[in-house]
């Protein structure tokens, strides 16, 4: 089993930076793809960035060019770096893994969330 905790959330001004990290516990290196999804209150949960286990990193619209997310291939631990930020980039942010598990001694694709992390951008 794997486990997601999501640090670094917490209050920064328009425009300023945060940098969010997602660490992996359990059976990290079965761990394939990972992504950062948000939630802004009274919204849909949204993806904000995907991390393949190829190294392959695709952005949500509004996360390009302002959001850089990385993977570490040593540990899995993965990072958000946010900049620019804006009003609406106010939510709780969600680190997100999908990983080769076993299931009633079978193998099979498990999918495992963080608790989240709340970020308040202030105007």
């Known amino acids: 089993q794997v486990q997601l905790m999501e640090l670094g959330g917490g209050l920064v001004q328009a425009g300023g930076s945060l940098r969010l990290s997602c660490v992996p516990s359990?059976?990290?290196?079965?761990?394939?793809?990972m992504g950062w999804y948000r939630q802004a209150p009274g919204k849909q949960r949204e993806l904000v960035a995907t991390?393949?286990?190829?190294?392959?990193?695709n952005y949500a619209d509004s996360a390009k060019g302002r959001f850089t997310a990385s993977r570490d291939s040593n540990n899995n631990t993965a990072h958000l770096q946010m900049s620019s930020l804006k009003l609406e980039d106010t939510a709780v942010y969600y680190c997100?893994?999908?990983?080769?598990?076993?299931?009633?001694?079978?193998?099979?694709?498990?999918?495992?969330w963080g608790q989240g992390t709340l970020v308040t951008i202030l105007s």
């Open positions: 359990g059976d990290i290196f079965s761990i394939l793809d």
């Open positions: 991390m393949a286990e190829s190294g392959r990193i």
């Open positions: 997100n893994a999908n990983y080769l598990g076993i299931v009633d001694g079978r193998d099979m694709y498990l999918e495992t």
